[in-house]
């Protein structure tokens, strides 16, 4: 955490979290991460899975399937034994075993069947006694690094997880005999009810274009206004960037007066020094050049970053990284003394000219003032 350039008050902040603050999750998260450092590998690959999961374009209904899953919190019958309910634990429809999730989805005779009459080649033995969660995250993750996410085996794979679940239940709730064509009847309805998903979702993703580029609608811009006057933009306009060096932690800032075309002032600088993270780098830029500014008497300002992480922080007035504390404080104060402040995302080529400069400055260690 940076140190402030003025007395301050202590104050207490997590530091395994960008925003400082405890809670639950981030708890659990750093003792996990801590307890399970010897079964490193297994938790990547998991954690891995999950993150495909949450990101795959599939029906909230099949994440959550393929979440309980792989926690063995979906309700057959040895589960709910388990959870205090007096029930018989006998697979209804093969009376082989228990019914738990490793034989409702595997080794049940029915699943079995369904497995060998799926074009996907699943053999339910071939990866010997692991568990149900390692044999699901095996087949989703080789169908997906080899057909990508617009192929056809992952999405059948989980229609067909789905298909014997359904059945399941079909036999348990409504005394269906449950037999595999109806299973495959299932998985052919999911499979039509996931295209439709993806259809409806496409004619979405086309409306929201559609309106993003409306003419009618007013331009979105991303901007944070500091200054007495919260409405407006001023043609005094400044470029800012900030270029940091994550393994030595050395960092570049620059500033630029912006051509506005009309041939008026010019104007830059640029330092050196370190940082812990590119967005404290991309705060102190913009600090400066709003000091750098009012050294010359400017009293109105329109500052352009690239950093929408840096806007991020600098709205509303709770600070989302602990990290850049004091110079948002500084941002703020200093941006409080130009009658109009407004600090603008732009794109990355709107910056170039400073981003020369912070180069400059953080490889020859120099200052340019």
Same mark, same amino acid.
């Given at each position: 955490?940076?140190?402030?350039?003025?007395?301050?008050?202590?104050?207490?902040?997590?530091?395994?979290?960008?925003?400082?603050?405890?809670?639950?999750?981030?708890?659990?998260?750093?003792?996990?991460?801590?307890?399970?450092?010897?079964?490193?590998?297994?938790?990547?690959?998991?954690?891995?899975?999950?993150?495909?999961?949450?990101?795959?374009?599939?029906?909230?209904?099949?994440?959550?399937?393929?979440?309980?899953?792989?926690?063995?919190?979906?309700?057959?019958?040895?589960?709910?034994?388990?959870?205090?309910?007096?029930?018989?634990?006998?697979?209804?429809?093969?009376?082989?075993?228990?019914?738990?999730?490793?034989?409702?989805?595997?080794?049940?005779?029915?699943?079995?069947?369904?497995?060998?009459?799926?074009?996907?080649?699943?053999?339910?033995?071939?990866?010997?006694?692991?568990?149900?969660?390692?044999?699901?995250?095996?087949?989703?993750?080789?169908?997906?690094?080899?057909?990508?996410?617009?192929?056809?085996?992952?999405?059948?794979?989980? !229609?067909? $997880?789905?298909? /014997?679940?359904? =059945? %399941?239940?079909?036999?348990?709730?409504?005394?269906? @005999?449950? #037999?595999? +064509?109806?299973?495959?009847?299932?998985?052919?309805?999911?499979?039509?009810?996931?295209?439709?998903?993806?259809?409806?979702?496409?004619?979405?993703?086309?409306?929201?274009?559609?309106?993003?580029?409306?003419?009618?609608?007013?331009?979105?811009?991303?901007?944070?206004?500091?200054?007495?006057?919260?409405?407006?933009?001023?043609?005094?306009?400044?470029?800012?960037?900030?270029?940091?060096?994550?393994?030595?932690?050395?960092?570049?800032?620059?500033?630029?007066?912006?051509?506005?075309?009309?041939?008026?002032?010019?104007?830059?600088?640029?330092?050196?020094?370190?940082?812990?993270?590119?967005?404290?780098?991309?705060?102190? !830029?913009? $600090?400066?050049? /709003?000091?750098? =500014? %009012?050294?010359?008497?400017?009293?109105?300002?329109? @500052?352009? #970053?690239? +950093?929408?992480?840096?806007?991020?922080?600098?709205?509303?007035?709770?600070?989302?990284?602990?990290?850049?504390?004091?110079?948002?404080?500084?941002?703020?104060?200093?941006?409080?003394?130009?009658?109009?402040?407004?600090?603008?995302?732009?794109?990355?080529?709107?910056?170039?000219?400073?981003?020369?400069?912070?180069?400059?400055?953080?490889?020859?260690?120099?200052?340019?003032?």
């Amino acid at each position: 955490m940076e140190l402030p350039l003025d007395n301050e008050d202590d104050f207490l902040y997590w530091k395994y979290h960008p925003s400082g603050k405890y809670t639950v999750k981030t708890g659990y998260f750093y003792l996990s991460k801590e307890l399970g450092s010897n079964t490193t590998n297994c938790v990547e690959r998991e954690q891995e899975f999950i993150k495909l999961i949450w990101r795959m374009n599939i029906q909230p209904k099949w994440k959550l399937f393929l979440w309980k899953l792989s926690h063995d919190g979906i309700a057959v019958k040895e589960n709910l034994a388990k959870r205090g309910m007096r029930i018989e634990t006998d697979c209804d429809r093969c009376r082989e075993g228990e019914e738990n999730s490793q034989h409702l989805f595997r080794y049940c005779t029915q699943a079995k069947e369904v497995w060998e009459m799926s074009p996907l080649d699943v053999f339910p033995d071939s990866l010997g006694s692991i568990s149900l969660k390692e044999w699901i995250h095996h087949y989703i993750l080789l169908y997906y690094s080899e057909d990508g996410k617009q192929g056809g085996r992952w999405m059948r794979f989980i !229609a067909t $997880l789905w298909g /014997l679940w359904k =059945a %399941r239940n079909a036999r348990c709730f409504r005394n269906a @005999v449950g #037999t595999s +064509s109806q299973v495959r009847d299932f998985i052919d309805a999911a499979i039509q009810d996931h295209e439709h998903f993806i259809y409806r979702a496409g004619i979405l993703s086309e409306e929201e274009a559609i309106g993003r580029d409306d003419p009618t609608l007013p331009p979105g811009f991303i901007c944070v206004q500091l200054g007495k006057e919260r409405t407006g933009f001023d043609d005094f306009r400044v470029e800012v960037d900030g270029s940091w060096d994550k393994t030595t932690t050395r960092v570049g800032i620059g500033w630029a007066i912006k051509d506005n075309g009309s041939g008026g002032e010019t104007g830059e600088g640029g330092k050196y020094g370190v940082a812990a993270s590119a967005l404290q780098c991309e705060a102190w !830029a913009c $600090l400066e050049a /709003l000091r750098w =500014a %009012r050294s010359t008497e400017r009293n109105e300002i329109l @500052v352009l #970053t690239d +950093s929408l992480s840096l806007l991020n922080n600098l709205q509303g007035n709770s600070c989302k990284e602990v990290s850049i504390t004091w110079c948002l404080k500084g941002l703020k104060e200093v941006g409080a003394l130009f009658q109009r402040c407004t600090i603008l995302k732009v794109q990355r080529d709107q910056v170039q000219r400073a981003n020369d400069i912070t180069r400059q400055c953080r490889v020859n260690v120099m200052n340019l003032v």
